[in-house]
């Protein structure tokens, strides 16, 4: 019930394509999902988050489109760019308002590589 | 600010040593986390604290590992004795919560590569 499920495990995409990355939960009181961006040698960096009272956040090149019925979320990366080659990281917690009640639960992760 | 600040980037040390991890957390943040990233595993969340408090220490792998936070600026994970299997990345990260705010993000430190060999 905790678990958050990511997939692919790692992904290789043109320049200038669209890189799609999935994660589904299946515990229903999550209610802030956000993705991170790993580069090597470095920790996650908060990239983009969602609440499911929203279908779909978008932010330059970056966009999550949010299922709640289904329960699953996905990050999409138009006009994919090399330097967006990194490890992706989906998230889910029990945050809303009032403070934490809980801690992120990351998915496993999703290296992706753009080929120039 | 400097963000979160792990110290030492990489350690290694002979199985069986103690090893020392340290963190200080972006000041103003009431909730610190250890995590730990491996290959196989991904990212595990060891233990988490709320205004220095151990909250939940269930994900610490056993009683070799402790983590301590002693004032709201420093924080320690200390494993005795290391194994080989202890090798991985550890991250410290830090956030702040308000009933004001919907959604944190946590700021990760650069991580502490452990090597126990």
């Known amino acids: 019930q905790q678990q958050v499920k990511q997939s692919p495990q790692s992904l290789i995409v043109q320049k200038g394509g669209i890189s799609i990355i999935n994660c589904a939960y299946e515990?229903?009181?999550?209610?802030?999902f956000p993705w991170y961006q790993q580069f090597p040698g470095k920790g996650p960096a908060l990239l983009i988050a969602?609440?499911?009272?929203?279908s779909e956040k978008k932010e330059g090149r970056f966009t999550i489109s949010f299922n709640k019925s289904a329960k699953q979320f996905s990050l999409h990366i138009m006009d994919s760019q090399p330097g967006d080659s990194a490890t992706y990281f989906c998230?889910?917690?029990?945050?809303?308002?009032?403070?934490?009640?809980?801690?992120?639960?990351f998915g496993k992760g999703t290296k992706l590589s753009v080929k120039p | 600010d400097a963000g979160v600040i792990q110290s030492p980037r990489h350690e290694v040390t002979e199985m069986g040593q103690e090893v020392t991890l340290r963190c200080k957390p972006i000041?103003?943040?009431?909730?610190l986390f250890w995590y730990r990233q491996t290959m196989m595993r991904g990212l595990e969340l060891l233990i988490y604290?709320?205004?220095?408090?151990?909250i939940d220490d269930s994900g610490m792998p056993e009683d070799r590992f402790s983590a301590k936070m002693p004032n709201a600026s420093f924080s320690t994970l200390k494993i005795q004795p290391s194994e080989p299997r202890d090798s991985a990345v550890y991250f410290c990260?830090?956030?702040?919560?308000?009933?004001?705010?919907w959604g944190y993000g946590y700021t990760f430190g650069s991580g502490t590569r452990l090597t126990v060999v």
């Open positions: 990260a830090s956030t702040s919560h308000s009933p004001d705010i």
């Open positions: 969602i609440r499911p009272d929203v």
């Open positions: 604290f709320n205004n220095n408090v151990p």
């Open positions: 515990n229903t009181a999550f209610d802030y």
């Open positions: 000041s103003g943040h009431d909730y």
């Open positions: 998230a889910a917690s029990i945050e809303g308002y009032g403070g934490s009640q809980g801690n992120l639960i």
